[in-house]
């Protein structure tokens, strides 16, 4: 059965491949699983049949048959467990890979989630600037401990995992501040990642929706 997720039908991040819906497009991409996708509209996001999917009025949704889920981390989840490809048959390596997606959502995007809530809506107060260098401090601090954690390696731990795909997904959040620059294997490792044909053509997909609706 077709899996059908849901989209920005104009994304605020202008093709940049950065809203969630990426990060299932990815993972769907490198597990070879056929999927539609339904796209909707900012104000159709707040309406009761979108909420009842997900309950926050945000995107993505993956539906299944009679399954719905919500949250990209949680379908990336469901999608790594449910195919090959994205989680070692391992079981130690596999909970290690888990346990990177974890890391990526909780424990590195959220300072960076705040950073550009002060970039884009503190930009006025009086306290902005004081605010803004304390939480690119705390990115830095999680940047140095992620960079030391990887070293020279390729991948977090191994082979590249739903661990990795989540990782350089939060990572490329930042590619628009000089941050990541300060961290040549962190930025080399989300080039690696961007590099697999599996995230070109994620990337390519969720563009073209951005560019239908620019021309359209």
Known sequence: MT???????RSPDRGKGQARDMRVRWALE???????????SFSAMKENAHRALQPFGQIPTYEEGDL?????????????????GLLPDDADARA???????AAVSTLEPPIVDRETAMLLERDEAWHKQRLH???DRIRGRLSELSDRLGDADWLDGAFSAGDLLMVMVLRRLNRSALLDEYPNLSAYVARGEARPAFKRAFDAQLAVFTAASTG
């Open 3 to 9: 899996a059908t997720i849901t989209a920005f039908e």
């Open 30 to 40: 490198e597990v070879g699983q056929a999927y539609d996708v339904r796209l909707v």
């Open 68 to 84: 719905a889920l919500f949250d990209s981390g949680a379908i990336v989840f469901h999608i790594a467990e449910r195919n090959a």
């Open 96 to 102: 290690r890979a888990i346990t990177w997606m974890f």
């Open 134 to 136: 304390m939480v690119e």
